[in-house]
T-cell receptor, first 109, second 112 residues
Framework: GQNIDQPTEMTATEGAIVQINCTYQTSGFNGLFWYQQHAGEAPTFLSY????GLEEKGRFSSFLSRSKGYSYLLLKELQMKDSASYLCAVRDGNYKLSFGAGTTVTVRA | IAGITQAPTSQILAAGRRMTLRCTQD?????MYWYRQDLGLGLRLIHYSNTAGTTGKGEVPDGYSVSRANTDDFPLTLASAVPSQTSVYFC???????????FGPGTRLTVL
């Protein structure tokens, strides 16, 4: 199985930057995913990293270090609509996806 | 249909009853998955299917069964529901270059 850790909650101000960290231990590694989930809705795909480094997609960026078992999701220019849960998920050597419990981000005006 | 649909949206069920949650995708993805999501525990894999005609057990398969008769449909059956199966159930399918999983809207199930 996998061990995936991420903070439970984070609060930030509109327009600010927030970084959500994720650490993992896995048997085999075939990629790391970040999903966004608004309350009462399905998870939606945000980003995918399989090689070390930074992937940028508009206001969202995701970083991966495979040797450290570490990733972060960076949310810039926060908007109220970014208030949601963010899920870190790791795909193992058997190509199965395991999820962290999620980080609830609250954006304040 | 665009993407993945699930039915019903929500259901209240008496313990001991049989229930089938439906999932259909139109993306021609080979792989499909069933997860349950409980507060504080995140998404946990129940069963999966890598291709039509094959299924496999995930992390929490007990009390659930699946079938995959064709590419599009992946129903999840609770043979005799128990209160601990109260949860939100998400179906997903994966495909494309990165084999990313995409989720259906979910079914909220309450077993009394």
């Amino acid at each position: 199985g996998q061990n995936i850790d991420q903070p439970t909650e984070m609060t930030a101000t509109e327009g600010a930057i927030v970084q959500i960290n994720c650490t993992y231990q896995t048997s085999g590694f075939n990629g790391l995913f970040w999903y966004q989930q608004h309350a009462g809705e399905a998870p939606t795909f945000l980003s995918y990293n399989v090689l070390d480094g930074l992937e940028e997609k508009g206001r969202f960026s995701s970083f991966l270090s495979r040797s450290k078992g570490y990733s972060y999701l960076l949310l810039k220019e926060l908007q109220m609509k970014d208030s949601a849960s963010y899920l870190c998920a790791v795909r193992d050597g058997n190509y199965k996806l395991s999820f962290g419990a999620g980080t609830t981000v609250t954006v304040r005006a | 249909i665009a993407g993945i649909t699930q039915a019903p949206t929500s259901q209240i069920l008496a313990a001991g009853r049989r229930m089938t949650l439906r999932c259909t995708q139109d993306m021609r993805h080979n792989a499909m998955y069933w997860y349950r999501q409980d507060l504080g525990l995140g998404l946990r894999l129940i069963h999966y299917s890598n291709t039509a005609g094959t299924t496999g057990k995930g992390e929490v398969p007990d009390g659930y069964s699946v079938s995959r008769a064709n590419t599009d449909d992946f129903p999840l059956t609770l043979a005799s529901a128990v209160p601990s199966q109260t949860s939100v159930y998400f179906c997903a399918s994966s495909g494309g270059d990165t084999d990313t999983q995409y989720f259906g809207p979910g079914t909220r199930l309450t077993v009394l």
